[in-house]
């Protein structure tokens, strides 16, 4: 469990403590309304890449955090949901409360970090305090923060928060460990201070200096000096702007850490957004923006009346600002929340940190990691696209969204709800700003292990391993990187001359290939897949049966049924029929059932796998001629007629085998062994044919069987 552990919560239940009753209250429905927000009054607001916070009273009669997803224009909520419940609980809790024009109860200073997430403090019935951090309507972080008073959040982006206690006279800064912990925790003197993705700023040495110092490497990455005539007393950054004031009255300004410019603004207490920033005229009755993108503040103008009120500074309370790249949100007189656009043009869409999973996973979680979870924070709302190929390109897996922040979690199966074949994939995340312009694109590999496993697949990555048994019995599993040769081998000892093995795949539900052998008496074993090691006579088997004598070859084609489970074809040694024994999927065969006459005539037959590339078992069959011929199979359990490969091939060969893909590319190869002991490979097209052989080894005579 990580440090910050997420925290399950029914918020029904919450309300009931209240309420006494389960039918009182619940989460927020859904809605899509125009803006402005109707309400019967605010207790706090704030409002963060699209999403608005705040505390309303409900139907039910309770307050609660509302949380509100605005459409890009401001114009329309999207979506509404609940980040907790605000009223008061049977044991006297409640949430933090400040002086505000709402009334005598006060409000909810929150913070919304940009990414749908909400922070608060907890109050108990004696004044203690903790921070929280709710991440959904039924998730939190934050309970392992210090119990303190007069708690206040001084900013937070993305994952990271800071905030002060006036009981311990400190300052905290943290992160959520949203799918791995991070261990960034600072505890400092209360400075000014503002966290911008990773790094957090603070005031340096000497006048107008502020540090920044990368949570996440644990050191001080960058100084900059703004101009300002002070030690500095407030600090907003937003992506290139750095705004520092010299107190409430002092003087103000915005550093261009692009331009690398000083630019001067009003004083007075001010909320920033991307290349502006606004201010509460009490003596105007107004909210006023100052436009400074273009370098240079432009005369501050009017965007709402917003009356002076009793309380000096409002910020959060009944008004604020969304800094990604967003809109200005206001509590008018009659109770409604409204939206007002800035007009001023965002910065293009930029990463602003993230937290990228690694690159192996396994859906059967044997490596504990059975998901692939990943976030990314954004500086403005953008539609977003996940995307997941397979060694060929083609796409396994697509995900959508859309906002500031990209919340990933890819349960590691295709769109149809199927695990993928086992391989290297690769991935790519494009996000196109909503607003404005840019894109951001990013991408990686995934090493994919305990999906489906490809064809003679015993190795537990998707690529084939040529197994072989020696005259002194011993079994040996062969090895590759996926670079068109053996690279290593696993061997156990102790079979019995005359054993023939069939590299088989998956006959459960463990999704690790099974080993078939046949015994010199004829029984036909299945052994337990073990996923990289070989076996002995003792491991773990069932017995499918006696009689397998009876037939002179036994293949493993692939799935030829189209149930996506390989199956074994046999051929009847006394008269060439050919016999298809389907995976069942519970560990053992179906019954037997005759799929063609009389093929005398072959030498060789082949279970290739897919060698066509349409997803169903092929067979290749080499007649006494040394004509190579292909069998393409139906997905019905049948095969369709032979297409003709090659003439007079494979005349030296005294073992071919359908290896699968054992040169990374996705396709399903050819390994053949001559007379003289050379080890070929024919490198499959992935459309139904081979390219011209390569040798990869030599002294293989010594094996008895080459399966």
Same mark, same amino acid.
């Given at each position: 469990m990580t440090r910050h552990a997420r925290i399950a919560l029914t918020l029904v239940s919450l309300a009931a403590l209240s309420a006494g009753s389960l039918t009182t209250a619940g989460p927020a429905a859904a809605e899509t309304t125009p803006t402005p927000i109707q309400t019967d009054g605010v207790w706090g607001i704030d409002y963060a890449g699209g999403f608005l916070s705040t505390v309303e009273n409900t139907p039910s009669g309770y307050q609660w955090v509302v949380g509100r997803q605005i459409s890009p224009d401001g114009s329309t909520v999207l979506e509404k949901t609940s980040r907790g419940y605000a009223d008061e609980y049977a044991g006297g809790s409640h949430l933090q409360r400040v002086p505000c024009e709402a009334g005598?109860?006060?409000?909810?200073?929150? %913070?919304?970090?940009?990414?749908?997430?909400?922070?608060?403090?907890?109050?108990?019935?004696? #004044?203690?305090?903790?921070?929280?951090?709710h991440l959904t309507e039924n998730s939190m972080s934050g309970t392992d923060e210090p119990v303190v008073t007069g708690g206040r959040f001084v900013d937070a982006t993305g994952r990271y928060y800071v905030y002060n206690a006036a009981s311990t006279g400190k300052q905290y800064v943290d992160d959520v460990d949203h799918y791995r912990w991070t261990d960034v925790r600072r505890t400092r003197s209360v400075t000014a201070a503002s966290v911008w993705g990773s790094r957090l700023w603070t005031p340096g040495s000497g006048n107008g200096a502020v540090t920044a110092y990368d949570l996440e490497a644990k050191k001080t990455v960058q100084t900059v000096a703004t101009g300002a005539p002070c030690t500095v007393k407030e600090l907003q950054v937003v992506g290139r702007w750095i705004y520092w004031n010299c107190g409430p009255t002092g003087a103000a300004g915005v550093y261009d850490r692009t331009a690398k410019k000083a630019v001067k603004v009003p004083s007075g207490p001010a909320?920033?957004?991307?290349?502006?920033?606004?201010?509460? &005229? %009490?003596?105007?009755?107004?909210?006023?923006?100052?436009?400074?993108?273009?370098?240079?503040?432009?005369?501050?103008r009017a965007v709402a009346d917003l009356p002076a009120g009793t309380t000096a500074d409002q910020r959060r309370l009944s008004w604020t600002v969304d800094k990604f790249g967003g809109d200005i949100a206001y509590v008018d007189q009659d109770k409604a929340i409204r939206i007002v656009p800035s007009g001023v043009p965002s910065q293009p869409l930029a990463k602003i940190e993230s937290d990228v999973?690694?690159?192996?996973?396994?859906?059967?979680?044997?490596?504990?990691?059975?998901?692939?979870?990943?976030?990314?924070?954004?500086?403005?709302?953008?539609? !977003?696209?996940?995307?997941?190929?397979?060694?060929?390109? %083609?796409?396994?897996?697509?995900?959508?969204? *859309?906002?500031?922040?990209?919340? =990933?979690?890819?349960?590691?199966?295709?769109g149809a709800g199927t695990y993928p074949y086992n391989g290297r994939k690769t991935w790519t995340l494009t996000a196109n700003a909503v607003e404005g312009?840019?894109?951001?694109?990013?991408?990686?590999?995934?090493?994919?292990?305990?999906?489906?496993?490809?064809?003679?697949?015993?190795?537990?990555?998707?690529?084939?391993?040529?197994?072989?048994?020696? *005259?002194?019995?011993?079994?040996? =599993?062969?090895?590759?990187?996926?670079?068109?040769? $053996?690279? !290593?081998?696993? *061997?156990?000892?102790?079979w019995p001359?005359?054993?023939?093995?069939?590299? $088989?795949?998956?006959?459960g539900k463990d999704r690790c290939a099974e080993m078939l052998m046949r015994m010199p008496n004829g029984e036909l074993r299945r052994y337990a897949g073990k996923c990289g090691a070989s076996y002995?006579?003792?491991?773990?088997?069932?017995?499918?049966?006696?009689? !397998?004598?009876?037939?002179?070859?036994?293949?493993?084609?692939?799935? =030829?049924? #189209?149930?996506?489970?390989?199956?074994?074809?046999?051929?009847?040694? *006394?008269?060439g029929d050919i016999f298809l024994f389907a995976n069942d999927g519970a560990g053992k065969l179906k019954a037997g059932v005759k799929i063609r006459t009389a093929w005398t005539g072959y030498t060789k037959i082949v279970g290739a796998g897919?060698?066509?590339?349409?997803?169903? #078992?092929?067979?290749?069959?080499?007649?006494?001629?040394?004509?190579?011929?292909?069998y393409d199979g139906t997905g019905t359990g049948l095969?369709?007629?032979?297409?003709?490969?090659?003439?007079?091939?494979?005349?030296?060969?005294?073992?071919?085998?359908?290896?699968? &893909?054992?040169?990374?590319?996705?396709?399903?190869?050819?390994?053949?062994?001559d007379t003289a002991g050379n080890l070929y490979r024919n490198n499959g097209d992935g459309k139904g044919s081979f390219g011209a052989r390569v040798k990869i080894a030599s002294g293989w005579q010594g094996y008895k069987g080459v399966f």
């Open positions: 005598a109860r006060g409000c909810v200073p929150m %913070r919304s970090f940009g990414n749908t997430w909400v922070g608060y403090f907890m109050e108990d019935g004696a #004044g203690k305090q903790v921070a929280q951090i909320l920033v957004g991307d290349g502006y920033l606004v201010r509460h &005229d %009490r003596t105007a009755g107004k909210l006023m923006l100052t436009d400074y993108h273009t370098g240079t503040a432009a005369p501050a999973a690694g690159d192996a996973v396994d859906p059967t979680g044997r490596n504990g990691v059975d998901y692939w979870d990943s976030f990314w924070q954004l500086n403005k709302p953008a539609n !977003w696209t996940f995307t997941v190929k397979d060694a060929q390109g %083609r796409v396994e897996r697509t995900i959508k969204g *859309s906002g500031a922040s990209i919340d =990933l979690s890819w349960d590691l199966e295709t312009s840019g894109t951001y694109t990013t991408g990686g590999t995934i090493g994919y292990n305990g999906g489906r496993q490809g064809h003679h697949d015993q190795g537990y990555y998707s690529y084939g391993e040529l197994v072989t048994l020696n *005259s002194s019995g011993t079994l040996t =599993l062969h090895y590759t990187e996926g670079k068109g040769a $053996f690279n !290593w081998k696993r *061997s156990a000892s102790g001359a005359g054993t023939v093995a069939v590299p $088989f795949g998956d006959m002995t006579p003792s491991s773990s088997h069932t017995s499918l049966g006696t009689g !397998w004598k009876a037939y002179n070859v036994l293949t493993a084609p692939g799935d =030829l049924t #189209g149930d996506g489970r390989v199956d074994l074809l046999a051929r009847k040694a *006394s008269t897919d060698f066509t590339g349409d997803g169903i #078992g092929d067979v290749l069959a080499r007649d006494r001629a040394g004509t190579l011929w292909r095969l369709k007629n032979r297409v003709k490969l090659a003439a007079a091939w494979g005349g030296s060969y005294n073992a071919i085998v359908g290896v699968g &893909d054992i040169t990374g590319d996705g396709k399903n190869d050819l390994v053949a062994r």
